[in-house]
C-alpha cells in the first residue's frame, strides 16, 4: 500500500504529496515541524508537541495554519489512513510559496501544511535494549536551538558524523559542556543519584519527553539538577541516557569510545524508560 501524506487539505498517496519549489520551507528553511509517537495507533504527549509548535510558530511569527484542534483531527485521519500502529508522526508548517524568493515575509501567501507517518516498533527497538554508543561533536548551530525549526543541516552533519563512527547520537559540545543530542536531549545520573540535564534556554530545544521524564522522576523522589555537564562529568556519571519522541528514554553506553558507568544500559535508566511507557501508554490519544 502506498503510504498516505496530507499536504494542504488533501489526503493524497505519499509519492504524489508534492509542495513547490518556492516553498520557503525549501528555499530558506523558513518552517517548524514537529514529531509525535504513535503506540497502539494512538498520539504519545500529543498535546505537549503541539503547545511547542504553537510557541516555535509564534517566534518566527508565522500564523497557526489550522487550530490546534483541527491539527490533531487531521494526524489522527492520518494514523487511521495509514493503519498505523507504532512509529511517528512528522508535520512541518512553513511560510508557504510566493511567486518568488524574497528574503522578507510574503503578503497573503497561506503557510504549507504537511503530515507523513513512519512506521517503527518503538517499545522493541534493538537498542532499547543494547543502548547507544554517542561521539561528541562541536555544536555550530545558531542561537536560538529553542525553536524546533526545519533548518538542521548542523544536525544532519552530527548525525553523519555518528553514524560514520558507529555511534547512534551525537551530543553536541559548547564550551566545554553538552547542550545536546542531535535530535534528543541529554541525561546522566551521577555517582549519588542525582538525575542532571541542561536546563531549557534558547541554547536547546525544550524536549517534550524530556519533560516528561523530568516531571516523572521528580514525582518518585528522584534529586534532579537542571543544569550543564561536561563529557568529564558524563565519564564519570553511573548512567547516561537519551530522550526523544522517537526513542522514549534510551541509555548511552559509551561516549567516544569509552564506556559510562559498566558500558551497559544501566538500572535507573531502563526504570525511567519503564516509567515513561507506561504514562505514554496511560495518557495516549
Ligand atoms: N533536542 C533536539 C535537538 C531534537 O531534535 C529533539 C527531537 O527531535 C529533542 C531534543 C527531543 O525532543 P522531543 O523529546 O520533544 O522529541
Request: glycine share 8%; aromatic share 6%.
Amino acid at each position: 500500500m502506498d503510504p498516505i501524506a496530507y499536504v494542504n487539505g488533501s489526503f493524497v498517496p505519499l509519492s504524489e504529496a508534492k509542495v513547490s519549489i518556492l516553498d520557503r520551507g525549501f528555499l530558506f528553511a523558513d518552517g517548524i515541524y514537529e514529531v509525535s509517537a504513535v503506540l497502539d495507533g494512538k498520539l504519545i504527549d500529543n498535546a505537549s508537541h503541539l503547545a511547542r509548535l504553537q510557541r516555535s510558530l509564534g517566534e518566527i511569527a508565522l500564523e497557526l495554519p489550522e487550530s490546534l484542534e483541527r491539527i490533531e483531527e487531521i494526524q489522527k485521519e492520518l494514523i487511521a489512513r495509514n493503519e498505523l500502529t507504532n512509529g511517528t508522526v512528522y508535520l512541518e508548517v512553513t511560510r508557504g510559496a510566493d511567486r518568488g524568493r524574497d528574503f522578507a515575509f510574503p503578503k497573503g501567501v497561506r503557510p504549507t501544511l504537511i503530515m507523513f507517518t513512519s512506521a517503527k516498533d518503538i517499545i522493541n527497538a534493538p537498542s532499547a535494549k543494547t543502548g547507544v554508543a554517542v561521539i561528541t561533536v562541536p555544536d555550530i548551530r545558531w542561537t536560538r536551538r529553542d525553536i524546533k525549526s526545519v533548518a538542521l543541516l548542523a544536525q544532519v552533519l552530527a548525525k553523519q558524523a555518528a553514524a560514520e563512527a558507529g555511534a547512534g547520537e551525537a551530543w553536541m559540545i559548547e564550551n566545554g559542556l553538552v547542550t545536546e543530542g542531535g535530535s534528543s536531549s541529554a541525561f546522566i545520573l551521577t555517582q549519588d543519584d542525582v538525575l542532571v540535564t541542561r536546563h531549557n534556554s534558547n541554547e536547546i530545544l525544550p524536549g517534550c519527553t524530556r519533560k516528561a521524564v523530568l516531571k516523572l522522576a521528580e514525582e518518585r523522589q528522584l534529586r534532579v539538577e537542571e543544569r550543564p555537564f561536561s563529557i568529564a562529568e558524563a565519564l564519570s556519571a553511573k548512567e547516561a541516557f537519551a530522550t526523544s519522541a522517537s526513542l522514549f528514554v534510551q541509555a548511552v553506553i559509551s561516549i567516544d569510545g569509552k564506556p559510562v558507568g559498566t558500558g551497559n544500559p544501566g538500572p535507573m535508566t531502563q526504570r525511567l524508560r519503564e516509567i515513561y511507557v507506561e504514562f505514554a501508554r496511560a495518557t495516549a490519544v
